[in-house]
């Protein structure tokens, strides 16, 4: 099992960034298939952005795609979300996972962890 602890969340106004963060453990790091959920008040929870292995791969839902940014350092066992440009629909729970198989990138394949609150104000 891999425990996933989020972080980096806040109160930013609209057009402000935010870096969140994402520790995982229990399984080696550099195998894993990232990927960042994200769910909003009386919502589902969506997907976000997934990231390969090797950090060669990348894919965003077409909501944040040119605003945010997914990226790795196998080195610490973290996966980061870049938010740049954000909107008030972007507020959230944003959560990390990981994706056993990466044609399935978009799908969780661990529990939840308790993620990390971003509120975007107007």
């Known amino acids: 099992q891999v425990q996933l602890v989020e972080s980096g969340g806040g109160l930013v106004q609209a057009g402000g960034s935010l870096r969140l963060s994402c520790a995982a453990s229990?399984?080696?790091?550099?195998?894993?298939?990232m990927n960042w959920f994200r769910q909003a008040p009386g919502k589902e929870r969506e997907f976000v952005a997934a990231i390969s292995w090797s950090g060669g791969s990348t894919n965003y839902a077409n909501s944040v795609k040119d605003r945010f940014t997914i990226s790795r350092d196998n080195a610490k066992n973290t996966v980061y979300l870049q938010m740049n440009s954000l909107k008030p629909d972007d507020t959230a729970v944003y959560y990390c996972n990981y994706a056993r198989f990466w044609a399935h990138y978009s799908k969780p394949d661990s529990s939840w962890g308790s993620g990390t609150q971003v509120t975007v104000s107007s």
């Open positions: 229990g399984r080696p790091f550099s195998t894993l298939n």
